[in-house]
């Protein structure tokens, strides 16, 4: 398996800001078999040291159920404690860069990305800074969903609490393989090739150019 959810939860939606908890869960994509899962849960006084905290963000925590706000809230994990974790968790559970998934292109692992260069910065040969994968197979939900289209229904199953990161890793993964699987369907490979074929206009020929094409000039010359 060499996929793997990621979801944070945190003070706002910047690069920079503080961090609640994250969840990583190993899965197939083919068949949505889980693997390997860390969850951590950070102590809250001190990860509002290592990163913005957006005050629109936090009243809008103080809005949300008391047991999702305190899964949220009582995390123990020190920050630092925590990117040393990640990293560990990355090493012991692939053998090479994985395909890093999150909701969306620019939040959570970008907002995981900005978090280990500031609590466990490692390099690579050229002095960049390197993290668990390569930036390649950096993936995200949202456009798949939309390639397959396919969009999440309103209201979540039951066992799936709002905001919670490690709930919210496991329901992605079902719809990223849904997804998946609607993409691989070959009928509908072949109804898009028809189409492409369809739509691409063909070259127009080009012929070598024949002595006749300049008739009129050698006519003007010869006079």
Known sequence: MYDVMIDLENFGVQPECAILTMAFVQFDIKTGQLGQELYLRLDRNQTVKYGFVNAATVAWWETQDPAVRAEAYDGTVHPRDA?????EWFART???????????????????????RRLAPEYD???NFSYPWNYWDIMDMRTIMRVAKLRMPNKRPAWVQHHNALHDCKYQIEWVVKAMAACRQPQQLAVIGQQLAAARVP?????????DDYSEYTQIIAD
Do not use: T, Y
């Open 83 to 87: 990117a040393r974790m990640v990293r």
């Open 94 to 116: 692939f053998s090479k860069s994985p395909f890093v998934w999150g909701n969306g292109s620019c939040m959570d692992i970008v907002q995981l990305e900005c978090f280990l």
């Open 125 to 127: 040969k050229r002095g």
């Open 203 to 211: 070259p127009v020929p080009v012929r070598p150019p024949s002595p």
